[in-house]
């Protein structure tokens, strides 16, 4: 029973198109990060919210975009999809700051861009 | 990259037998967890290990941790097939706010 949900599962996008990922947690989370996942290769840390406070990491700094409305929902958008978007995002929470605690994901939204 | 691994490693063995996988890390860290991901399913965490502790035990699960060689190990006991898995490794930075994951080792329990 998984408490990180992720909308779509799939989702197909065009070249140069945006794309927009929806996450939510019903734990009262502080922090929701976003990582990419592609087949062979470690999950790579995309971005993450601290309550209110975005962090991106330096070298996807310029790609990746996002949004936490309210505590529970947190967004990864895409301005323009390239090919080499795809992959699975999978997001997670932590009560406080994951470095040191438990991580939950969700089921992952794979995209594939065409 | 934090970890010293480069490639995925795959490991196929029989129900009932036991099983190692291994991970180095390259910089330091005050804990060590590891993750199951199942097919279809996010990553779960099954173990966390802190820096003052040599070892840490789940249930079939074993959790070794190595800092003066930065290494730390998991061991299952006993697998079933529902042990079929990627399992990944990860760390923290200094600043705790981030979690840094291994390639994974994906292993396949064959019934």
């Known amino acids: 029973d998984t408490t990180v949900k992720q909308n779509p599962r799939y989702k197909l996008a065009r070249v140069g198109k945006p794309v927009n990922l929806i996450c939510s947690q019903t734990?009262?989370?502080?922090?929701m990060y976003w990582y990419q996942k592609k087949p062979n290769q470690a999950p790579k840390l995309l971005l993450f919210?601290?309550?209110?406070?975005?962090?991106r990491e330096a070298d996807t700094f310029e790609k990746f975009q996002s949004s936490r409305p309210n505590n529970s929902f947190c967004s990864l958008y895409i301005g323009s999809a390239g090919l080499e978007y795809s992959a699975m995002y999978l997001c997670?929470?932590?009560?406080?700051?994951?470095?040191?605690?438990?991580?939950?994901f969700g089921a992952g939204t794979r995209l594939s861009v065409l | 990259s934090q970890w010293g691994e480069e490639n995925l490693q795959a490991l196929s063995i029989q129900e009932g037998e036991d099983v190692t996988m291994n991970c180095s890390y390259k910089?330091?860290?005050?804990?060590v967890q590891w993750y199951r991901q199942k097919s279809g399913k996010g990553p779960a965490q099954l173990i966390l290990?802190?820096?003052?502790?040599r070892e840490k035990r789940s249930g079939r699960l074993r959790a070794t941790l190595d800092t003066s060689s930065q290494s730390s190990s998991l061991s299952i006991t006993g697998t079933l097939a529902t042990d079929t898995a990627v399992y990944f490794c990860?760390?923290?930075?200094?600043?705790?706010?981030?979690?840094?994951f291994g390639i994974g080792t994906r292993v396949l329990v064959r019934p």
């Open positions: 990860a760390t923290g930075n200094s600043a705790g706010n981030k979690l840094t």
């Open positions: 734990m009262n989370h502080d922090t």
């Open positions: 997670a929470s932590s009560r406080g700051l994951g470095g040191r605690g438990t991580l939950y």
């Open positions: 290990i802190r820096s003052n502790e």
């Open positions: 919210y601290y309550d209110k406070i975005l962090n």
């Open positions: 910089t330091y860290t005050t804990v």
